[in-house]
């Protein structure tokens, strides 16, 4: 695997603009693929 993102929860979230972690989550990694698996 590869890191994509780093920072605190907080952080993430502001840098996604998005309001949950997960959203935030699936943000980064693109596609939500990554949470069927």
């Known amino acids: 695997g590869?890191?994509?993102a780093d920072g605190t929860a907080d952080a993430l979230r502001a840098s996604t603009g998005?309001?949950?972690l997960e959203e935030a989550f699936v943000s980064v990694i693109g596609s939500e693929q990554g949470l069927r698996e």
């Open 18 to 20: 998005k309001d949950s």
């Open 2 to 4: 590869r890191v994509v």
